[in-house]
């Protein structure tokens, strides 16, 4: 809902019943952090996305999000280096790899068929994080404000 809806009270109530649920799981502090971050509340958003990154072992894809933080709070040198870091991670083989096993694996194991190749899910999931953290450094490459230029910035 907040990716999509943005920051709406439905939004903010399911992520924060989620935090209930389990505080310390990582994908849900990512959640926490992101909603704050969408209402301007960037210190508070980084201590969950940190606290996210810990949990989570790194998780590329929630390294986009601390590195919007840092770069709203003025902390420009971590922004770029989160989004340098997450889009290295998504762009190399052995993510790649990991990601189409495990896709592989849910394949089988767990959903029992293929609807669509574990390539084409990896396309569904990781290549808009892709395109959006390249389109930010290249931004900030060309000297200008990663969420001013073009639509990069939007979720």
Known sequence: YLQRDGATEKAIALAFEAYALDPEAGFVQDTIGYANLLHGKSNEAID???????????????????????????????????WQKAYTILRSPEYFKMIIEGFQEMNYSVWGISIATPEALYDLEISSVVRRLQEKLMAVQEGEDPFEHKDNGAR
């Open 48 to 82: 969950y996305f940190v606290s996210a990154l810990s949990d989570s072992a790194g998780d590329p894809q929630i390294l986009d999000h601390p590195g919007d933080a840092f770069w709203k709070s003025h902390q420009r040198r971590g922004a770029i280096s989160a």
